[in-house]
């Protein structure tokens, strides 16, 4: 038999509910799993195993909620919570503790689920990484921002976890440490007691071992009942779309995608090649203009007080923003709006579309975490997008395809991508 520490969150959930096991047993298991293996990869800002085993108590002795009940969950640091610190990623933030949660993390504590503890987060959700190494293989990156929450649903620490979005940071991490990531459309779960970054950008999404996880948390934290995942019975109708980040592609990536794409086929997916409209062209530089105008002006107070314990990452990358010209922001997000209008048009004939998740397998460095290259022109549009594993590249690293869909249409992209992930993990 497997550990509980292995299961998914919604199976785990269903035994706790029907009495098989209980929330404080697979909570000790993930404890255990992180006491064996946290050494090796540091995914953890903040644990404290005696509050989680309590918590986990309180949640046996009660009805379940939701169809999340009792399953632990892992907390982005840079989100809210009132009984644990709140680092930022950040010296100037040590030892902050919110008298608050998050809207996000107080709603699924609503639900019943047991918050274990803080995941390591790049400074302000941005390039300076942290501690955290890639459990598949330590001397590569995790990815970032959300680092620590997708090496510990990766190594097994805990089945699901928070991960933001303002460039790649949910869907690339997912990508280089194999795991499914989720980033809904944008606006679905509140971002109250969330650092912000990008205004325009900033998505709360969600790491997880299976796609029905994925898809169960996001509503639990958008407030919504769970609905119950509708599996696909047919294959979806696919486009592979390169994009114009495919130049920046490492060269192990066409190999593991064209594999995917045949493999797909094989099962029976009609697979076209499609590209995206002339006006996509300059989105990239459009989502990082208004990420760079965006992201000075969120962290204005730390700049202006406290701009010797900021990074020379985030201050060459985040500090030009403050003499950026409002007409060149305007253009960005005039840009932004012209090819959110235009995706509609890829969809003719199709469901979702696919493209790469990452420029490869992992970066063989620490201090890179990675380019959000393949990332940028999604989150700009504020689409759903979710990191399918089950390619490998030549390292034996993990190399995630990305299937995307119009806003709005989160659940046809989680029913394609969990027939996708069933096609790649067989």
């Not at 969950?73 to 709140?86: N, S």
């Not at 996880?213 to 696919?238: I, K, L």
């Not at 499609?274 to 300059?282: I, M, T």
């Not at 993990?398 to 299937?403: R, S």
């Amino acid at each position: 038999m497997s550990a509980p520490y292995e299961s998914d969150a919604l199976s785990a959930a269903a035994d706790i509910a029907a009495g098989r096991i209980t929330s404080e047993y697979l909570v000790r298991s993930c404890l255990d799993r992180i006491e064996a293996r946290e050494g090796a990869v540091g995914a953890w800002e903040y644990l404290d195993p005696e509050q989680a085993l309590a918590e986990a108590a309180l949640r046996d002795a009660e009805e379940p909620r939701s169809p999340l009940h009792g399953v632990p969950v892992a907390v982005k640091d840079i989100i809210a919570t009132h009984d644990m610190p709140t680092g930022n990623g950040s010296p100037i933030y040590a030892g902050n503790r919110p008298a608050w949660d998050a809207a996000c993390v107080a709603l699924l504590r609503a639900a019943g689920m047991v918050v274990l503890g803080k995941t390591v987060s790049t400074e302000f959700a941005m390039r300076f990484p942290g501690k955290t190494r890639n459990p598949n293989n330590p001397a590569h990156t995790p990815g970032g921002s959300s680092s620590g929450s997708a090496a510990a649903v990766a190594d097994g620490m805990v089945p699901l976890a928070i991960g933001t979005q303002t460039a790649g940071s949910v869907i690339r991490p997912a990508s280089y440490c194999g795991c499914v990531g989720f980033k809904p459309t944008y606006g679905r779960i509140a971002r109250a007691g969330v650092k912000m970054l990008g205004e325009s950008l900033d998505t709360i999404g969600t790491m997880a071992r299976t796609v029905p996880d994925a898809a169960a948390f996001a509503a639990v934290m958008e407030g919504v009942p769970v609905p119950h995942f509708q599996a696909r019975t047919d294959p979806p109708r696919v486009a592979f779309c390169r994009s114009p980040a495919w130049p920046d592609a490492e060269p192990e990536l066409e190999p593991a995608m064209m594999e995917g794409l045949e493999r797909l086929r094989a099962a029976g997916v009609q697979i076209v090649d499609r590209e995206l409209p002339k006006s996509f062209d300059e989105a990239g530089d459009a989502h990082n203009t208004v990420m760079v105008y965006e992201g000075y002006r969120s962290l204005a107070w730390e700049f202006l007080a406290r701009s010797d314990q900021l990074s020379d990452a985030i201050k060459d990358y985040t500090g030009p923003g403050r003499d950026m010209p409002r007409e060149r922001y305007d253009w960005a997000r005039r840009i932004q709006a012209t090819c959110r209008a235009e995706f509609y048009q890829m969809f003719l004939g199709i469901d979702v579309v696919i493209t790469p998740a990452a420029p490869g397998e992992a970066p063989g460095q620490l201090a890179f975490t990675g380019s959000p290259v393949f990332n940028r022109i999604w989150t700009l549009l504020g689409v759903p997008c979710v990191t399918v594993p089950g390619l490998v590249g030549p390292r034996g690293l993990p190399i995630g395809m990305q299937v995307v869909g119009p806003a709005g249409h989160a659940s046809a992209v989680l029913g394609a991508a969990h027939w996708i992930h069933n096609v790649l993990t067989r």
